[in-house]
């Protein structure tokens, strides 16, 4: 079956560091998301993406977050200056978009980040 | 007032017991419901998906949305320690292009 992959599994960092989440999404499918959940919180969407660009964000998707689809299967998050808050689980989905087709979205199995 | 609101346990319940996990919503915007699993540390896996009123089941699942009341349930038959994991509800409006998560509901089922 399926599935959405994401690298790496676990990331470690300074605090002011550059990081990139990357994330493998089920092919073909159009629309693709990143949530993230600090330890016992909620799953909270950050990012959603179609047709190569943003099609929606929330507040937490500040200046310091970007999103790019480098090639055809790739999807990728970007931190430029980590601070110690963004320290949570990364959690990117994928959806179809395609008529007829089951809709909703499938998530990978995350990638924690630890920032120091 | 909060999107999405799920209690979040714990409940722990004995190995065949029937399980009710329960979420109430506030927008009237929101058509699409799913439920999720989630084991420790690891991505939600989707257990459940409906965008009516009603039931749906999905073998010792069962789905229950009541739009009149902003409440939708998750029923489990036949609880089995395997089924230990947290339950999270999640809602979008028409286009699915935002879901609304619960908090949660932690459930151990105790062989």
């Known amino acids: 079956e399926p599935e959405v992959t994401q690298t790496p599994s676990h990331q470690v960092t300074q605090m002011g560091q550059e990081v990139i989440l990357r994330c493998v999404p089920i092919?073909?499918?159009?629309?693709f998301y990143w949530y993230r959940q600090i330890l016992g919180q909620k799953v909270e969407f950050l990012v959603s993406f179609y047709n190569n660009e943003i099609s929606e964000k929330s507040e937490i998707f500040d200046d310091q977050f970007s999103v790019e689809r480098p090639d055809g299967s790739n999807f990728t998050l970007k931190i430029r200056s980590t601070k110690l808050e963004d320290s949570a689980m990364y959690f990117c989905?994928?959806?179809?978009?395609?008529?007829?087709?089951?809709?909703?979205?499938?998530f990978g199995p995350g990638t924690r980040l630890l920032v120091l | 007032q909060k999107e999405v609101e799920q209690d979040p346990g714990p409940l722990s319940v004995p190995e065949g017991a029937i399980v009710s996990l329960n979420c109430t919503y506030s927008n009237s915007a929101f058509q699409y419901f799913m439920w999720y699993r989630q084991y420790s540390r690891k991505g939600p896996e989707l257990l459940m998906y409906?965008?009516?009123?009603g039931n749906k089941e999905d073998g010792r699942f069962t789905a229950q949305v009541d739009k009149s009341s902003k409440y939708i349930s998750l029923f489990i038959r036949d609880s089995q320690p395997s089924d230990s994991a947290t339950y999270l509800c999640a809602m979008s409006a028409w286009d699915f292009n935002k879901f609304y998560f619960g908090s949660g509901t932690k459930l151990n089922v105790k062989p």
């Open positions: 989905a994928s959806r179809s978009g395609v008529a007829g087709v089951l809709e909703t979205q499938y």
């Open positions: 092919s073909n499918h159009l629309y």
């Open positions: 409906t965008y009516s009123s």
